[in-house]
């Protein structure tokens, strides 16, 4: 796991790394013998083809931090499990109301509303049931797996993800300040990639200044990712996206663009990405991947 | 916490760690230092009235096996939490269509369907942070609270309460057998029931001998409760209960007396709580809490 800039290959990178994740979700859910109702709705929402970026963010700063990825492994899959439950419950009628994700019929299209909600609910409990799960019960580990459950939690919770998505309902349709999107970013989906990465670290047994270091790498990446998703709603080419642009604008959403300006928004991704880099300079080879995905985001088309 | 039938008052005890539990819930909440929409919509639904029953059994159990309250404390309030978060989602439009419980709107009713959704998402969410936080970090005690998280996220999901609900859900309007009909309660009450006894007998540090007690005793318990539940909705005051009656068979629901006839019923509720009862006969008086509410069960009007 020792990565040169130079021959470091971020797409194979990331293909074997969503690899190893959806293998250890499929192992999870054939371990479970169940083809009830609920299982058939959870296992199609989570496995309809997401990108699995916080389980390779996760998996990636337990390797920068020299660790080993078998025992980040479980983790890595319960936060796919909460992402997946997080846009199960937005995709419905009282929420986002979306018909479509990734091409495929949302989990409440395909199913009903009531399965919908109870397959979101099951998949945020059977993230905790993974990360509490007695394969990893170790003595010396209960601690660890204890402060992990703990930093999920409160990232996923009412002041976090839970707070960013409330806060972007509420604020349909208004013109937001700098700093309220910002905030409201800062919880919606900064929150749970900063808990990859810092579960990652965790996990791998990183120092606490390892820790600090990526969690300001995270903060920054976190940011980056949301201005970058932004500007490619304006600027993007549908046919490679695979989805609409310009939808923003449509839905009066407030975005980076509309109140920073477009250019400004393109520097300010590039400044903030700058900052998740200088935070990680000194770590060695093995952060290579964490540095590929910040310079990526800045080049992404998608 | 040593009692004796003869003198042992259930209505005080009942009331005693009600407020015991309220006052911890009321600390939790005053802790968050939050106003926010969502945590006004949490503590609107938390704190509207519940009997308490899990976590007072959970206590119970802790006092059964001659534990110490303060430890389980926290995981009594989180079984709330999560007792909360399942009736907030099973009240939506989507499932049951609920507009009053214990008198009061059904959240979604007092706020929105977006609010109550994220607002059970988060009571859930914040059961396991409760469960995982510092306060009840001492290294002995991890592996024991990891153990407890485990038996919670079982039963609280999809292969326990969640599919209980699915079930309900999936059978309306159709006449269940007997044994569908006790595997949809065990599930769907059951589950977090039985776990709340087992969770309050491990932090207790209870023995593998009385935590198997204690779990037939729950077993029989959770499903008696059920039972003397369906025999109310035929026989019971509508006064006394504070809810209308009839209301199982103008739904078509299917029920104990409706399956097995009336006074089968009575006889089955009885037959299952001398079943509890014997489970725990061995137990000294500290268990009289539990043998209380057993009896209790047979000769409820509400």
């Known amino acids: 796991m020792d990565y040169q800039e130079s021959d470091f290959n971020l797409t194979n990178y990331l293909n074997d790394k969503k690899e190893l994740i959806n293998s250890e979700l499929d192992k999870i859910f054939k371990d479970f013998a169940s083809s009830s109702h609920i299982v058939t709705a959870m296992k199609y929402s989570l496995m309809a083809g997401g990108k699995r970026i916080r389980p390779i963010l996760c998996l990636a700063a337990t390797e920068a931090v020299g660790g080993n990825l078998e025992s980040t492994l479980p983790a890595s899959c319960a936060l796919e499990m909460i992402h997946t439950y997080s846009l199960i ?115 791998g047994n990183g120092s606490q200044e390892q820790i600090k270091l990526l969690g300001i790498y995270a903060k920054n990446l976190g940011l980056a990712f949301q201005v970058t998703d932004d500007i490619l709603n304006v600027v993007g080419n549908p046919a490679v996206m695979g989805k609409a642009v310009g939808t923003d604008i449509n839905r009066k959403k407030s975005t980076y663009p509309l109140i920073m300006g477009l250019n400004e928004s393109k520097e300010f991704a590039k400044n903030i990405i700058n900052n998740a880099l200088k935070a990680i300079e000194l770590f060695d080879n093995k952060a290579e991947p964490l540095r590929a995905v910040a310079r990526y985001i800045l080049k992404r088309k998608k």
């Open 89 to 203: 419950h937005d995709d419905l009628p009282a929420m986002d109301d979306d018909e479509l994700r990734r091409g495929k019929q949302t989990c409440h299209v395909a199913f009903d509303e009531a399965t919908a909600i109870l397959a979101g609910d099951a998949l945020l409990t059977l993230a905790f049931q993974i990360l509490s799960s007695p394969v990893n019960k170790k003595d010396s580990q209960a601690l660890v797996l204890l402060n992990v459950i703990h930093v999920i939690s409160i990232a996923a919770g009412y002041k976090g993800m839970i707070d960013g998505q409330m806060r972007d309902i509420i604020s349909e349709g208004a013109l937001l300040s700098l700093d309220d999107l910002e905030n409201m970013h800062a919880l919606k989906t900064g929150a749970l990639i900063q808990a990859s990465i810092r579960c990652g670290a965790v996990l």
